[in-house]
């Protein structure tokens, strides 16, 4: 098997500077950014819009339904596994066609009037959503394709932090914009920094990946499941579903109430603010760039035991908080420390996940893993509240704790220490 590069994936592991300054790490920085600008759109800018133009804050909440296509997005993956449009190929097809489709969908969101329109609003957002989910499936599939082996850690970190980066301009620039330009104006010119990943897709050239047999519709959805199945086994496939389960939600708990747990320490919302949401940003990718880069030493499996075992020290800073109550620097510390955990954990993980699809049918094997993965904020939410009213904040982050044993655990058997990757089969192959 060989990269997208020519080189082969079972080569010996590059030197630090080639792997930090290649083409492979820009390419990485700018899907970072496009597949991040759309959803920062609908979680930031759409409710600041909807409450500037009158929408009840009951109506703004339903809005988080409109997300539903990123949890449903490997639903329809196989088509962008199987289907080249465009004439652009399989990945650069999809991405044109989608980020096209979000500039059009973006941009037309201002011309609407919220407080009389709401459903109509609700429309945009949900063809924002599903749009922004389908360019994710490409991005995630195209970056599997072109990263080899290992470079998996360093290009994953490197498109996470982009990702979290995109956030400053629907969630600060548009927001600072919207105080002297109408409201359409504003979402022409967000719409507009989509051509930054308009202007990746025209750059780069398709991967060289093998596609699968022309298959019908429904063997094309069974057979990215049947490939998987068939490399890792019954037991093997359990217990790396379990592991993607269980590895972050210990982490995705003690975060969840995060701003309610600040407010009853008795921390005002200037102080939670400046201190506490500076402390998350930066620290988070700071994090997930030091993360990158140790992977290219320590190798992915020796980074999630590492990052890990950062990732459960960590809750244990809340803890403490709890404990020592409205400590403004200690507020600043413990959030600092747990979000550099998370974004090293994040990339560790999200190199894990691309290493265990298949570059043939890395659209719907991608989607699907990161579909598990997003299972443990939906269970973090629904639980948590009630688990903090019998337990206390204490014994609470205590329990977080103990609840990521679990997915550590689970290392010995989806990633050992000082194991290689599972072999693949070659790319020609398919089902």
């Known amino acids: 098997m060989t990269a997208a590069d020519g080189a082969p994936a079972a080569a010996s592991r590059p030197s630090f500077s080639r792997a930090i300054l290649n083409r492979r790490m820009l390419i990485c920085v700018f899907t970072g950014l496009a597949s991040g600008m759309p959803l920062y759109v609908l979680i930031q800018l759409v409710p600041a819009w ?12 339903l809005f988080a339904l409109v997300g539903m296509p990123y949890t449903w997005k490997f639903v329809w993956a196989p088509l962008l596994d199987r289907f080249a449009p465009m004439g652009m190929g ?58 080899p082996d290992s470079e998996l850690g360093l290009g994953n970190a490197i498109h996470v932090q982009a990702y979290r980066i995109s956030s400053l301009v629907p969630g600060s620039l548009s927001l600072i914009l919207a105080d002297t330009l109408p409201w359409k104006t504003v979402f022409l010119i967000t719409a507009a920094f989509m051509g930054v990943g308009i202007a990746m897709t025209l750059a780069v050239g398709e991967p060289e990946s093998a596609p699968p047999k022309k298959l019908s519709i429904r063997d094309s959805v069974v057979a990215p499941f049947a490939e998987y199945l068939s490399r890792r086994g019954w037991h093997g496939v359990l217990l790396v579903l379990g592991f993607m389960v269980m590895y972050k939600i210990g982490d995705n708990m003690a975060t969840a109430l995060a701003t309610p747990f600040y407010l009853d320490m008795g921390f005002s919302m200037t102080e939670i603010g400046l201190a506490a949401k500076h402390a998350a940003l930066w620290p988070a990718i700071i994090g997930g760039l030091l993360g990158g880069l140790v992977m290219i030493r320590l190798g992915i499996n020796r980074a ?70 997003s ?51 070659p790319d020609s192959e398919t089902l």
Do not use: K
């Not at 489709?101 to 949900?126: H, W, Y």
């Not at 190199?351 to 570059?359: G, V």
């Not at 939410?381 to 009213?389: I, K, M, P």
């Not at 655990?409 to 990757?421: I, K, Q, R, S, T």
């Open 50 to 61: 909807l409450r500037d133009q009158g929408v009840s804050l009951a109506e703004i909440g």
């Open 90 to 147: 399989r990945r650069r097809g999809w991405l044109m066609l989608s980020q096209l489709a979000l500039v059009l969908a973006i941009g037309s969101m201002g011309f609407l009037e919220p407080a009389q329109n709401t459903a109509l609003v609700a429309v945009f957002a949900v063809a924002v959503a599903f749009f922004s989910a389908s360019q994710d499936v490409a991005i995630d599939a195209f970056r599997r394709e072109i990263l």
């Open 375 to 425: 299972l443990p904020r939906t269970f973090a939410n629904a639980s948590t509240g009630v688990l903090v009213e019998n337990m206390g904040w204490v014994t609470f982050f205590l329990f977080c704790a103990a609840v990521a044993v679990p997915g550590m655990l689970l290392l010995f058997w989806v990633a050992p220490w000082g194991d290689d990757p599972l072999p693949r089969p």
């Open 304 to 373: 999630l035991w590492v990052f890990g075992v950062v990732q459960v020290v960590s809750i244990f800073g809340f803890a403490v908080l709890a404990q020592q109550g409205h400590v403004l620097w200690l507020l600043a510390l413990v959030i600092s420390f747990e979000y550099l955990g998370v974004g090293m954990g994040t990339a560790a993980f999200t190199a894990f996940i691309a290493r265990e699809t298949s570059r043939t049918f890395a659209a719907t094997q991608f989607a699907l893993f990161t579909a598990l993965a």
